[in-house]
């Protein structure tokens, strides 16, 4: 996680992580490394869900500074339970969505995945023509620029 003033990028924090799944990673810490250790510490960081790492940092980082409203992230972390992480601390969420599955979204009474919800609210293929305020699990979020690149 960093600062950015849109030319320059300030390192604020960092995780190496590894597989949360033991059959994904290379081989399990061994014995020599003492628990309580830094590299321990690190071990167990390192193995826990991304979003989870996520959010952690997020909470180191407004341990030094509040002075931010935006938490800008990609779609890898675009989950509900990130976006609700971020809003519950007063902050607001900036990021890529992903067309996925199970993932919702509620619109004039009824739920959509967002390639159903470009759908319902574009009226010309391709444009970008939408902004949108829908229910994201118990959040209410406005989601800008809907396009024809969600579909891909």
């Known amino acids: 996680?960093?600062?950015?003033?849109?030319?320059?990028?300030?390192?604020?924090?960092?995780?190496?992580?590894?597989?949360?799944?033991?059959?994904?990673?290379?081989?399990?810490?061994?014995?020599?490394?003492?628990?309580?250790?830094?590299?321990?510490?690190?071990?167990?960081?390192?193995?826990?869900?991304?979003?989870?790492?996520?959010?952690?940092?997020l909470d180191e980082i407004m341990t030094y500074t509040s002075a931010f409203q935006y938490v800008l992230f990609d779609s890898w972390f675009s989950w509900p339970a990130v976006i609700q992480a971020i809003k519950t601390r007063q902050r607001e969420a900036i990021c890529m969505l992903k067309d996925m599955q199970n993932i919702f979204y509620g619109y004039n009474g009824r739920f959509y995945r967002l390639s159903d919800l470009y759908a319902v609210v574009t009226k010309r293929k391709g444009d970008i023509i939408a902004s949108v305020i829908v229910d994201y699990y118990g959040l209410s979020v406005r989601i800008d620029e809907l396009n024809k690149l969600l579909e891909d």
């Open 1 to 57: 996680m960093g600062w950015s003033d849109g030319a320059s990028f300030v390192p604020l924090a960092f995780a190496l992580l590894s597989s949360n799944k033991p059959k994904h990673r290379l081989y399990e810490q061994g014995p020599e490394v003492p628990a309580g250790s830094p590299g321990a510490e690190r071990r167990g960081e390192a193995v826990l869900k991304a979003t989870d790492v996520f959010v952690n940092l």
